[in-house]
Structures are given as structure tokens and as C-alpha cells.
Antibody, heavy 126, light 112 residues
Framework: QVQLVQSGAEVKKPGASVKVSCKAS????????MHWVRQAPTQGLEWMGR????????TYAQKFQGRVTMTSDTSISTAYMELRGLRFDDTAVYYC???????????????????WGQGTLVTVSP | DIVMTQTPLSLSVTPGQPASISCRSS???????????LYWYLQKPGQSPQLLIY???SRFSGVPDRFSGSGSGTDFTLKISRVEAEDVGVYYC?????????FGQGTKVEIK
């Protein structure tokens, strides 16, 4: 079955970096974009960016430009999201989610974020 | 960026009764390919979001038929025909027409 399994919870100090992994299984990794979405405590969903594992092309939300890097390793079907210069308000659950928009033909179903990882809690604490 | 606005932000529903959530976008979500890129997700307590509805009105695999989506252009609605206890959680609409993807604020549905 299709699964996205993320790395475990992290506690970081302000100014540090965190790298979250997302291992995909059950589908062709290079056939989908991988998006990253975060959710601060008791808050809504915030889109961070996406990567196309087929070639590595990325698009980031302007808010995170310069602080985030998304990469992928197709040999192990794993996507990564690194966030640098952590601040207290980066405390959140970070999710990966796969997506076919801009990959499949428009005549096919445009499934957006149809499978999500379990989430990784990143806590920024002094 | 496209702004997504949901109403109401919370809803208390008696089991077996219908529920309706509205979502409005700051610009039309109709693409030149003829599709409208509006999606609905449910985040159950303690879980990751799950896709319910894609392209305004198509139910994703495994989604019960008591869930339905409708709308066009900038105004959309998610309806639950008969709310069940398992439907509690926060519902989000999202646009996928342009990057950045943007979500509504979420509508919390609870059972009376």
C-alpha cells in the first residue's frame, strides 16, 4: 500500500537547522511531486514548497525562500526538507504529501496532496 | 497569492443532521484546461489531513457518499448529508490552481 513515513520528532535550539525525511513506498516515487506543509500548534495548514523527484526541480513559498531546501534521493525513494535559522515560531508539525498536478495530463484526475506522511514535530526551544 | 476564506469556522451538529461548509477564493479557480482546482480535506483529531474531494465535486477513493462538493468560480460548498461521529475534525479547503498552494482557515466540526 502507498505509504509516506517521516522521521521522528526533533528538538532544536534557535538558529539551528533541522532536516526531516519522508520515505515513500507503494508507488513510483518519481511519478509525483512531493510537497511539504506545516502546522503550528492549534493553527491551520501552511504550504512550504514542493520538489519534483524526477529532476529535483523545486518551488518554495516566498516566506521560506533562503531558509528551506528540499531534496530527494530517488535510489531510496526519500524526500527531505531542511529548514535553517530556526526560530521559536517554526515550532510545528511538518508533513510531506504527494501530488500529481503538473505531472499528469489534464484529462486525468488531478489528485492534490492525496497521501500524507504522519507528520514530524519540530520543537524550537532554548 | 490566492486567499481562501471558509465559513463558518466552527460547527456543532447533531448526528444524522446535515452540515455545510462554504469556501470562497479571491480569484476564480477555473483553469484553461476546463478543470477547477478546488479541494477539501479533513483532519481528524491527532491525524494527518486526508483528501475528501478533488476538483470541486469528485469524491476521493474510499470517501463515503454522504460527502459532496459543489460550486464554481470562486464559491464552493462541502456538504455532509448526515453527520456521523467519525466526521468530527477540522475541514480545510485548498486551491491548487497556482503556487503557492493556499488553504482556508479550517472549519472545526463537532458533534452535539
Amino acid at each position: 500500500q502507498v505509504q509516506l513515513v517521516q522521521s521522528g520528532a526533533e528538538v532544536k535550539k534557535p538558529g539551528a537547522s533541522v532536516k526531516v525525511s519522508c520515505k515513500a513506498s507503494g508507488y513510483t516515487f518519481t511519478g509525483y511531486f512531493m510537497h511539504w506543509v506545516r502546522q503550528a500548534p492549534t493553527q491551520g495548514l501552511e504550504w512550504m514548497g514542493r520538489i519534483n523527484p524526477n529532476g529535483g526541480g523545486t518551488t518554495y513559498a516566498q516566506k521560506f525562500q533562503g531558509r528551506v531546501t528540499m531534496t530527494s534521493d530517488t535510489s531510496i525513494s526519500t524526500a527531505y526538507m531542511e529548514l535553517r535559522g530556526l526560530r521559536f515560531d517554526d515550532t510545528a508539525v511538518y508533513y510531506c504529501a504527494r501530488d500529481v498536478i503538473d505531472i499528469v495530463a489534464a484529462s486525468l484526475p488531478q489528485y492534490a496532496l492525496d497521501m500524507w506522511g504522519q507528520g514530524t514535530l519540530v520543537t524550537v526551544s532554548p | 497569492d490566492i486567499v481562501m476564506t471558509q465559513t463558518p469556522l466552527s460547527l456543532s451538529v447533531t448526528p444524522g443532521q446535515p452540515a455545510s461548509i462554504s469556501c470562497r477564493s479571491s480569484q476564480s479557480l477555473l483553469h484553461s484546461d476546463g478543470k477547477t482546482y478546488l479541494y477539501w480535506y479533513l483532519q481528524k483529531p491527532g491525524q494527518s489531513p486526508q483528501l475528501l474531494i478533488y476538483e470541486v465535486s469528485s469524491r476521493f477513493s474510499g470517501v463515503p457518499d454522504r460527502f459532496s462538493g459543489s460550486g464554481s468560480g470562486t464559491d464552493f460548498t462541502l456538504k455532509i448529508s448526515r453527520v456521523e461521529a467519525e466526521d468530527v475534525g477540522v475541514y480545510y479547503c485548498m486551491q491548487a490552481l497556482h503556487l503557492p498552494r493556499t488553504f482556508g482557515q479550517g472549519t472545526k466540526v463537532e458533534i452535539k
